[in-house]
């Protein structure tokens, strides 16, 4: 069974930048994505990424957050750039069998249709 382990959250000021790190036990040919939960929010698709590179992004990051794969470290990245007080959240990791274009929604819909890390925090400040 993958697992699947991120690192790299923390705090930072409004503006700021972070890069998240997850560390992915096993490639195979999973979509590898990220997602993120703000306290009372439902759970969020932010990034998603296919064995091709193919990305997608939601609406609220693009221009702003870079999705990419190292697959000789087996590791998944996340880099926020000006990141903003509604970025403030719980960020998972994620791998599925789907492809980046529905991989937000089924994972959202149903958690056991992927793989999950146990999340790493990130709190912006203004």
């Known amino acids: 069974q993958v697992q699947l382990l991120e690192s790299g959250g923390g705090s930072v000021q409004s503006g700021g930048s972070l890069t998240l790190s997850c560390a992915v036990s096993?490639?195979?040919?999973?979509?590898l994505g990220w997602f993120r939960q703000a306290p009372g929010k439902e759970r969020e698709g932010v990034a998603a990424?296919?064995?091709?590179?193919?990305?997608i992004y939601a609406e609220s990051v693009k221009g702003r957050f870079t999705i990419f794969r190292d697959n000789a470290k087996s590791t998944l990245y996340l880099e926020m750039n000006r990141l903003q007080s509604e970025d403030t959240a719980m960020y998972y990791c994620?791998?599925?069998?789907?492809?980046?274009?529905?991989?937000?929604?089924?994972?959202?819909?149903?958690?056991?249709?992927?793989?999950w890390g146990p999340g790493t925090q990130v709190t912006v400040s203004s």
């Open positions: 990424i296919d064995v091709d590179d193919s990305t």
């Open positions: 994620a791998a599925g069998a789907h492809p980046p274009s529905v991989f937000f929604d089924a994972l959202v819909r149903r958690a056991d249709a992927g793989h």
């Open positions: 096993e490639y195979r040919d999973y979509t």
